[in-house]
């Protein structure tokens, strides 16, 4: 589900990505791990009240890969077993940018694009009100930060920064 949020663009994207880098510690070129990532994320500032758990597939529904929902004492980010191995052990790149897209859900929030509850979207809500587009376009922008990554091919980017073939042509077009 997704829901109406403040309008942002892709320039102020770029700008959250380059501060979650350095506030994680990454240079803006390097790649992140997101599963090294997801277990330090505890110890990061802003971070401290991010859980996360591998759960069964059949717990999440079928076209549901990961989730990060709101609780009591922070944020907890559920992931299917398949997609935390494939990320892990085979270095799967679309479920790499699904695990960091979860982490970029709290990151969103702490910049203030939380969700307008009474508002979901519909289909005349502009893209950069939605808040399920602004967490993938930030997650995109982390993985495969833009400055370092425009003059490369898909075939580099996913190479470097070990995301898929439908992350790195989506890269390139934007």
Not at 104 to 130: E, N, W
């Amino acid at each position: 589900m997704d829901y109406e949020t403040k309008a942002t663009n892709r320039h102020d994207l770029r700008l959250y990505a380059k501060l979650f880098r350095s506030i994680c510690g990454y240079k803006q070129d390097e790649p992140i791990d997101p599963i090294e990532l997801l277990d330090r994320l505890p110890e990061i500032e802003g971070f401290e009240n991010v859980r996360y758990e591998i759960v069964y597939n059949n717990e999440l529904p079928g076209n549901v890969p990961a989730r990060c929902i709101p609780t009591e004492e922070g944020f907890l980010i559920q992931i299917k077993e398949t997609v935390y191995k494939g990320a892990y052990e085979k270095k799967t790149g679309g479920y790499r940018m699904h695990i960091m897209h979860e982490i970029m859900h709290p990151y969103a929030d702490t910049l203030g694009f939380k969700p307008v509850f009474s508002r979901q979207v519909t289909d005349d809500t502009p893209i950069y009100c939605r808040l399920e587009w602004i967490v993938k376009a930030l997650a995109g922008e982390v993985m495969m930060p833009y400055k370092a990554t425009k003059d490369m091919s898909a075939k580099e980017i996913i190479e470097k920064y070990g995301v898929s073939k439908t992350a790195a042509n989506k890269r390139l077009k934007y």
